[in-house]
Each structure stands twice: as C-alpha cells, then as structure tokens.
C-alpha cells in the first residue's frame, strides 16, 4: 500500500513538473516571436536608413 502511495505522489509531483514545463516553454515561444518581430523592425529600418542615403545622395547630384 505504501508503494502505490509513493507513486501517485511521484505521479503528482511528475504532472506538476511537466504543467510548470509547458507554461515555461509558452512564455519562451512568446519571447521568441517577440525578438523575431524586434529583429525584423531593426532590419526594415536599416533598409530604410540605406533607401534615404541613396536618395539623399541622388538629390545632391542632380542639385549640382
């Protein structure tokens, strides 16, 4: 009896372990798709930042 007590208790203690896993890796996934969207803005403002040189440099050559 003391035995099938053991295991449910390991079995309860496993089911909390893999319920505090499963948010964990949510809340990472989450972080993850938050940086790949901060990375993808800092990439389209560096083409921007590119775009505006070129344009500008264009503008300066034609004034001249």
């Known amino acids: 009896m003391l035995f099938v007590l053991l295991l ?3 079995l309860n203690e496993s089911e909390a372990t893999v319920l ?5 890796a949510s809340v990472l ?5 938050r940086l790949e969207r901060n990375q ?8 921007m ?5 070129i344009v500008y440099k ?7």
């Open 29 to 33: 996934k989450g972080e993850i798709r």
């Open 49 to 53: 930042e590119y775009l505006k040189n």
């Open 20 to 24: 505090r896993l499963t948010e964990q």
């Open 40 to 47: 993808e803005r800092e990439n389209a403002i560096s083409n």
């Open 58 to 64: 264009v503008c300066r050559s034609e004034a001249s």
């Open 8 to 10: 449910f208790q390991l």
